[in-house]
T-cell receptor, first 117, second 112 residues
Framework: GAVVSQHPSWVICKSGTSVKIECRSLDFQATTMFWYRQFPKQSLMLMATSNEGSKATYEQGVEKDKFLINHASLTLSTLTVTSAHPEDSSFYIC?????????????FGDGTRLSIL | GNSVTQMEGPVTLSEEAFLTINCTYTATGYPSLFWYVQYPGEGLQLLLKATKADDKGSNKGFEATYRKETTSFHLEKGSVQVSDSAVYFCALSDNYGQNFVFGPGTRLSVLP
């Protein structure tokens, strides 16, 4: 149980393109989803917290107009990297929490490797 | 704010060696503690967790005990395998299951 699917797993595109990444909870309803960015050989950096039906909460230093997050349903959140540039190349990982209690772990997708040429 | 500190890697061991990856944390309240594992090119997978002091989480031969007195959650395995090669992240969440904080990760390489 508690499977999170992330799509696509790998994207290569030209500079200036907008890229959408989907994160789905397959067998549970996720009121909260999280988006992380991971640079090579580094830990995860939380970008934003996404609650279903409301605006995402962005971490300091993350441009909300650059990284558009939509959480329209209890099973789907999307991250759109707008007008992507080479410096946006990174590994993006989403996660979903099955509940709001502290003993509930986050369940992660397999990540999306984004390469901007 | 909350924080997690892990021993720096990379850690290189021979197969069947004993593994310890240290993790200490700073947090207010009563956080839950987790170990996640990331295999090459993949996302994170929950390895084990502990939700209160003196709890022991265990999975796949790995163990970690929530030590409130030393604010630690060290990961151990008695006999590592080549397939255990991965990056291991210690993490905590606050009382409300929010505000996950990850350690920097420790890369483990197990040689045959």
């Amino acid at each position: 149980g508690a499977v999170v699917s992330q799509h696509p797993s790998w994207v290569i595109c030209k500079s200036g393109t907008s890229v959408k990444i989907e994160c789905r909870s397959l067998d549970f309803q996720a009121t909260t989803m999280f988006w992380y960015r991971q640079f090579p050989k580094q830990s995860l950096m939380l970008m934003a917290t996404s609650n279903e039906g409301s605006k995402a909460t962005y971490e300091q230093g993350v441009e909300k107009d650059k990284f558009l997050i939509n959480h329209a349903s209890l099973t789907l959140s999307t991250l759109t990297v707008t007008s992507a540039h080479p410096e946006d190349s990174s590994f993006y990982i989403c996660s979903a929490s099955i509940g709001i209690h502290s003993n509930q772990p986050q369940h992660f997708g397999d990540g999306t490797r984004l390469s901007i040429l | 704010g909350n924080s997690v500190t892990q021993m720096e890697g990379p850690v290189t061991l021979s197969e069947e060696a004993f593994l310890t990856i240290n993790c200490t944390y700073t947090a207010t309240g009563y956080p839950s503690l987790f170990w996640y594992v990331q295999y090459p090119g993949e996302g994170l997978q929950l390895l084990l967790k502990a939700t209160k002091a003196d709890d022991k989480g265990s999975n796949k031969g790995f163990e970690a005990t929530y030590r409130k007195e030393t604010t630690s959650f060290h990961l151990e395995k008695g006999s590592v395998q080549v397939s255990d090669s991965a990056v291991y992240f210690c993490a905590l969440s606050d009382n409300y299951g929010q505000n996950f904080v990850f350690g920097p990760g420790t890369r483990l390489s197990v040689l045959p």
